[in-house]
């Protein structure tokens, strides 16, 4: 069975005292969800600090951090960019790549994406690699097609599954939007992914990659949307900046 995994997006909110207010809250509140696997994707110059705090403030469960964003060369002439080598440095084991904002504000493409999430896995991190539709395409009926052609490019580059590597599904009209995919929606979706990555990686690695979530989940909607049989997990942006929604949506896991 796949261990389900629930990340924050953090986006561009927090600053200094607010990671640590966030850590404290999430240090003395982890019996609520002792087993799952979560994740801050925070902006790179929070990276130090939250794998500082988390060591003063004893580990106490099971959290990991990484970048929003990086690049696939380890260093260059390449302004405004984030080396790997220098997110794993500061104890990144995940980093999240082709973030629909990311394509909408900054230009990223299939291509883009494949290369930043590859580099995570070649610099020892595992990437979050987001797709989904717009509404428009859903509208259309596009939604697997488009899923389709945002894989291409991945698979074309990763002839093999990375070990861990994780998608998250993110319907583009559901995030922050407050308008999430019905069950059915994200179990479709779902699906539709794990036979892509069998088509192109193979049956165990199908079994294995983890499909996350993502477009305004919250604590009232977490459980049902974790219980599908084809989600493993959560990518939270606006509910993951509040420690106490962030733990309720992780304490909805199925495992
Ligand atoms: C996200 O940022 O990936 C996201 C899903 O945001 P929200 O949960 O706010 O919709």
Redesign the pocket.
Known sequence: MRAQLIAG?W?LYKNLAETKAFLAVLAGQTQQAPQVEQVLFAQAPLLPLIGEEWQRLGAPGRLAWGPQNLYWEEKGAFTGELSPVLARELGSTYALAG?SERRQFFGETNETAARRALAAHAFGMKAVFCLGESLAERDSGRTMAVLKEQCQPLFAQAREAPEGFCFAY?PVW???TGRTATNAQAQEAHAFLRGLVQEAWGAEAAAKTRILY????KPENAKELLAQADVDGA?????SLDPLSFLAIAAAHKG
């Open positions: 997006n986006k973030h993110e559901a995030i922050g993502g477009g305004s989940v990518l939270v942006g606006g509910a």
